[in-house]
């Protein structure tokens, strides 16, 4: 998924609007929060001049005075709202994800004066109590937290200690931005350049997207940096073959790994035979695995709701004996699907601490996306000296570096 956020400075010029939908159509946003549209009404019209397209819903707010207001678009086509708040600094939509999960989005816009901040902060910690734990919040926040946001630098502020409150008491993440230090700019001679647009999200909203990067789009026709949140998961290459622990524990599993083993081919030279066993075994774990435990967390939510059902039906009706059988069953299942999940994360955790028999897999898998954050490359330095961040640039320069790396040492 990936959602834009930008202070657009209104969008009552046709040549503003066609940059911005230009900007917006190559960003490839599936949600769209915009600031000071400066529009008391968003009409289909609008809307389609600014992103285009006939699969676009929207929630927004009216502006206050001469600025203000907002808008939060999605495609319907890959985005599913089910529900909306609208509040005075903010709209909030709780989207339905193709998972069957449901997070709450946030698009913000702060206010300049400090006796409407005081309300703006009050506001965004109610939504946290809404939102719960699965939450991101986007927008021009009109605050930076730290002086070092600031090109001119000057004193920590009230403002600067409410925003770092708010966000300590929320526990929300605050990702780094990637292509630009500062997001907003006077635009004046001796320019202040400020970070006033941001992302931030919770821990559990984390544990959903756990690749997250955070970007700052080029400035056009605004004052503002677009700011883009870009949940896909980077392709490196081929995910590598890794075998699970929790595939120790099921009852089959021994049995079948022998039958496998003596089934491959071991006709050839032993060398190349081993390899072919190797190969041959490797794919029919993937496929055991797959059908075998498929995805436990699903699992485990419908195992669930199953459970609840029929606790629901004893509390009413009563159970007959097959039902009550049914339901501990599906308990003993539950048990073992929780068991495996902690296996699984505790696997790629891997805390010296950990001990086996620690249930919570929460806290295994906060540690699986530390860990990944801290393996991520983000950027690399070219032996040209210039330092880049795209993709395709990044894993050409590894590739080139191993390549000349065991080139010399044949040599």
Not at 127 to 147: A, I, K, Q
Not at 330 to 340: A, G, K, P, S
Request: net charge positive; proline share 2%; with cysteine.
């Amino acid at each position: 998924m990936r959602i834009l956020s930008w202070n657009v400075r209104g969008l009552g010029s046709k040549k503003k609007r066609s940059v911005i939908k230009t900007l917006l159509t190559g960003s490839g946003a599936d949600v769209v929060i915009l600031q000071e549209t400066k529009k008391t009404e968003i009409e289909r019209r609008l809307i389609q001049s600014i992103w285009g397209g006939r699969y676009n819903d929207w929630v927004s707010i009216p502006p206050w005075g001469r600025s203000g207001g907002g808008v939060v678009i999605w495609n319907t086509k890959c985005v599913s709202v089910v529900e909306s708040v609208i509040g005075a600094f903010s709209v909030s939509i709780k989207i339905k994800w193709l998972d069957g999960n449901d997070w709450w989005l946030s698009g913000v816009c702060g206010p300049n004066s400090f006796r409407e901040r005081k309300l703006f902060w009050e506001e965004l910690a109610g939504l946290y109590g809404l939102c719960g734990r699965r939450w991101c919040l986007g927008g021009d926040f009109n605050v930076v937290r730290f002086v070092s946001e600031k090109s001119n630098g000057g004193r920590t502020t009230r403002s600067m200690q409410d925003f770092n409150d708010f966000i300590r008491e929320t526990s929300l993440c605050d990702p780094n931005l990637h292509g630009a230090e500062f997001t907003w700019s006077n635009l004046r001679e001796n320019a202040i350049w400020c970070r006033l647009d941001r992302f931030l999200f919770s821990t559990d909203w984390e544990a959903l997207f756990p690749n997250t990067r955070q970007l700052a789009l080029t400035r056009v026709t605004s004052d503002h940096c677009p700011i883009l949140l870009d949940t896909i998961c980077v392709k490196w290459g081929p995910t590598p073959f890794r075998f699970e622990n929790m595939w120790l524990e099921h009852p089959s599993f021994k049995e079948n790994f022998r039958n496998w083993w003596m089934t491959s081919d071991s006709s050839s030279w032993e060398g190349f035979s081993f390899m072919r066993k190797l190969k041959s075994l490797k794919l029919e774990l993937k496929t055991w695995s797959k059908e075998t435990f498929g995805e436990v967390g699903k699992e485990k939510k419908e195992i669930e709701a199953t459970i609840n059902k029929l606790d629901e039906e004893d509390r009413d009706e009563g159970l007959c004996f097959a039902k009550r059988r049914e339901r501990e069953n599906l308990r003993i299942l539950l048990e073992e699907l929780v068991f495996r999940e902690e296996i699984y994360w505790s696997q790629r955790a891997k805390p010296k601490w950990a001990r086996e028999g620690d249930s919570n897999t929460s806290f295994f898998h906060k540690i699986v996306n530390g860990r990944r954050k801290r393996n991520f490359i983000e950027r690399i330095e070219l032996s040209s000296g210039l330092v880049v961040e795209e993709e395709a640039l990044i894993q050409e320069e590894i590739i080139n570096f191993y390549k000349k790396l065991y080139s010399s040492q044949m040599d």
